[in-house]
T-cell receptor
Framework: GIQVEQSPPDLILQEGANSTLRCNFS?????LQWFHQNPWGQLINLFY???GTKQNGRLSATTVATERYSLLYISSSQTTDSGVYFC???????????FGTGTRLQVTL | KAGVTQTPRYLIKTRGQQVTLSCSPI?????VSWYQQTPGQGLQFLFE???????NKGNFPGRFSGRQFSNSRSEMNVSTLELGDSALYLC?????????????FGEGSRLTVL
């Protein structure tokens, strides 16, 4: 089945720093989303981005579908950005949404 | 508008019992999908319903089942509970089928099996 790998697995930043999270996938995808899982477990929708670039405040994302990767940029990080970031992809061959293993981000003061 | 609502939020069961979880999607959304999250296996797809029809099913045993009602609300049931079924169960709704739809998640139902 499709492999979805995220890097780095863990990241510790000081408040105000910038970071880039990466999601690599092994097959062509119809759907790609980025989520932030808060400490209470809820997955918060960040971007629906099967291709192209989007920005929302301090966050932006780029998906290069032909090269099978997506990047999530977090600028001027804040402590509230802490949590786990997941990418999830949908492929026609698997016919299901497959989540990556996540990047655990900790932002310190 | 209201988000995705999952009930109950927390529950404790014993091995051999069965459990039913409920998910009310965002108004107007016709797709509901379910996911299991455990520390060891991560987030795994259980099944997707669209307009009351099961579209896809993940690699879970037949003890895991679900259904969707005409108002798009969905339930999932796990029979003969095992310790390994302890997990966070997440439901997502989408206006379109999940192959092209943007998913919005509920807060989850945290199941503990003793």
């Amino acid at each position: 089945g499709i492999q979805v790998e995220q890097s780095p697995p863990d990241l510790i930043l000081q408040e105000g720093a910038n970071s880039t999270l990466r999601c690599n996938f092994s097959d062509s995808v119809n759907n790609l989303q980025w989520f932030h899982q808060n400490p209470w477990g809820q997955l918060i929708n960040l971007f629906y981005i099967p291709s192209g670039t989007k920005q929302n405040g301090r966050l932006s994302a780029t998906t290069v579908a032909t090269e099978r990767y997506s990047l999530l940029y977090i600028s001027s990080s804040q402590t509230t950005d802490s949590g786990v970031y997941f990418c999830a992809v949908y492929t026609g061959t698997a016919s299901k949404l497959t989540f990556g293993t996540g990047t655990r981000l900790q932002v310190t003061l | 508008k209201a988000g995705v609502t999952q009930t109950p939020r927390y529950l404790i069961k014993t091995r051999g019992q069965q459990v039913t979880l409920s998910c009310s999607p965002i108004s107007g959304h016709r797709s509901v999908s379910w996911y299991q999250q455990t520390p060891g296996q991560g987030l795994q797809f259980l099944f997707e319903y669209f307009s009351e029809t099961q579209r896809n099913k993940g690699n879970f045993p037949g003890r895991f089942s679900g259904r969707q009602f005409s108002n798009s609300r969905s339930e999932m049931n796990v029979s003969t509970l095992e310790l390994g079924d302890s997990a966070l169960y997440l439901c997502a709704s989408s206006a379109r089928e999940i192959n092209t739809g943007e998913l919005f998640f509920g807060e989850g139902s945290r199941l503990t099996v003793l």
